[in-house]
């Protein structure tokens, strides 16, 4: 699997687009709120940068496997940053470079302890080389270009394993793994259609067969997704569901309408929750997706609500996985109307003041 010659070139064209489009139409539910989280943002990033160890890991936890420097990487790009310039230039290098030192021969990124498994710290790192692909010196592009293509076909034979048809189309823990769940297979589908649009020759098969194992993971009552079933803890996985849907063409059908409303219902509930982070920055991902009332409700009570937690030193502390992963998340969802990730980019027939 290779990228075309052009790849490079047209990302670079296709965000600089992006970035002056979204000066030219900032969202006009965000704009109340801009002034606090642009601090609060900075803030956040600036902690990240002074925490990260010279490797590119960090010191917290699952700090050392590739999952966390990306997903914080990503989270630099987020606000616009660069790796080839700007406050935060050498902490996105060092996570790139971390990343592209830790793949194995058959393409799996994995170092220390990956926590839950390595597909989701491979999942997140083949997602944000395939986003920062583009923005990079020619060298690391280089290198991008030669590690990628591995990371990816690594995804789809871990699709391909025989499944039952429940699980079949997802991925687990594992490439082997003859099971799938939603969460896992969320950051793999997001991977792949990051690579597809970015000029990789994905089939379309796969992107299908991974949409297909989310909808049979849907509750067709209630609206919500659940992790191996349809609603096992579907407070904390529908704002996935919903997000992937909408990022593969499924905007305004009945079943992205239904996981919003679901998501809607519940979302106050989101504070204590075990997965409280992990929640609300697919909740935030993808009611901006939907936009409309949904995201116009959605967004000020996130803001509210967690402005006030961010901690003096810039960090929020999450109870799933600690200070780095709980910031890279707050700031990923705070940072959604910036519209600086390819991947979460929005279709602008959505009626936001609907």
């Not at 080389?129 to 690594?154: C, F, N, W």
């Not at 219902?265 to 936009?291: C, L």
């Amino acid at each position: 699997m290779r990228f075309p010659n052009s790849f490079r070139l047209a990302l670079i064209g296709a965000l600089s687009c992006l970035v002056l489009h979204a000066e030219e139409k900032a969202d006009p539910v965000f704009a109340a709120w801009k002034a606090k989280v642009d601090p609060a943002v900075e803030n956040g990033l600036r902690y990240l940068s002074r925490v990260q160890l010279k490797d590119g890991s960090f010191p917290d936890r699952y700090g050392d496997s590739t999952g966390i420097p990306a997903l914080v990487g990503m989270t630099f790009l987020s606000k616009g940053h660069l790796p080839t310039e700007g406050p935060h230039a050498e902490a996105i290098t060092r996570c790139i470079d971390f990343v592209l030192a830790n793949q194995r021969e058959n393409g799996l990124y994995e170092k220390g302890n990956g926590g839950s498994g390595p597909m989701y710290a491979h999942n997140i790192s083949t997602l944000f080389l395939s986003e920062v692909s583009g923005m990079v010196d020619p060298e690391r592009q280089k290198k991008i270009e030669q590690t990628l293509p591995k990371a990816l076909a690594l995804i789809l034979r871990a699709q391909a394993v025989p499944k039952d048809e429940r699980n079949r189309g997802g991925w687990r823990y594992h490439p082997g793994s003859n099971d799938s769940d939603t969460s896992c297979s969320g950051w793999a589908l997001m991977a792949l259609r990051s690579a597809k649009l970015n000029g990789a020759p994905v089939p379309d098969f796969a992107i299908n067969d991974a949409v297909a194992y989310l909808r049979r993971h849907q509750d067709k009552e209630r609206g919500c997704f659940g992790y191996s079933g349809n609603e096992d803890h579907a407070r904390t996985l529908t704002g996935m569901g919903l997000l992937c849907l909408e990022l593969c063409g499924k905007h305004g059908t009945p079943e992205t309408t239904m996981a919003a409303d679901y998501v809607m219902k519940n979302f106050r509930s989101f504070p204590g929750d075990q997965f409280e982070f992990y929640a609300n920055y697919y909740a935030a991902q993808g009611m901006f997706q939907i936009g409309g009332r949904y995201w116009s409700e959605y967004a000020p009570w996130m803001y509210e609500t967690y402005l006030k937690k961010q901690e003096t030193d810039g960090s929020w502390e999450s109870p799933e996985a600690g200070r780095v992963y709980g910031t890279s998340m707050m700031i990923l969802a705070f940072t959604v109307p910036y519209r600086q990730l390819p991947i979460y980019q929005r279709d602008e027939t959505v009626d936001e003041t609907e």
